[in-house]
């Protein structure tokens, strides 16, 4: 009977409610694989992309691999192949990589001033969405903006 390859990919970040299909933009993966009934002695394999803006990093030649998602959104393949020979595909697994598509932000406290100083704000969290994937692999920053300052803030800008 010839062996089953069954592919997996398992998210880093597996929180509750979040898509087994999609996964975010700077997300790392898990991939793995169970062959049924296993073959000896055991043949080497690794993991390839076929498609789409993933980095794969194999571990081993047992099935056992890292990847990571891209910045840009759109469909990936991955395909587990023999390593030697042919380089026949045993198993293969298409997702989307999500790029954030919006941002919500979450106020934590009141207002926040600093008593004697310039200040004014809210401490806050920034949720960056659709919230069925991961974006830990994002980096958020402001961008370069013009200052006109105005009143006692003239002499600054």
């Known amino acids: 009977m010839a062996p089953k390859y069954t592919a997996t990919i398992t998210p880093f970040d597996n929180f509750a409610g979040r898509s087994k299909v999609r996964f975010g933009a700077g997300e790392r993966l898990d991939l793995s694989?169970?062959?049924e009934p296993t073959t000896t002695p055991p043949v080497e394999m690794e993991w390839v992309v076929k498609a789409g803006n993933v980095n794969v990093h194999n571990k081993d030649a047992k099935g056992t691999a890292t990847a990571q998602c891209g910045?840009?959104?759109g469909a990936a393949v991955l395909e587990l192949r023999l390593k030697t020979g042919a380089k026949t595909v045993l198993?293969?697994?298409r997702f989307e990589v999500v790029a954030p598509e919006g941002a919500e932000f979450i106020k934590i406290s009141d207002d926040y001033h600093v008593a004697g100083a310039a200040s004014a704000g809210f401490v806050g969290q920034i949720?960056?969405?659709?919230t069925d994937v991961s974006f830990?692999?994002?980096e958020m920053r402001e961008g370069a903006a013009p200052f006109e300052g105005n009143g006692y803030f003239k002499k600054l800008g």
């Open 71 to 73: 910045p840009k959104g």
């Open 91 to 93: 198993a293969s697994k």
């Open 136 to 138: 830990k692999g994002v």
């Open 127 to 130: 949720r960056l969405l659709p």
């Open 33 to 35: 694989v169970k062959v």
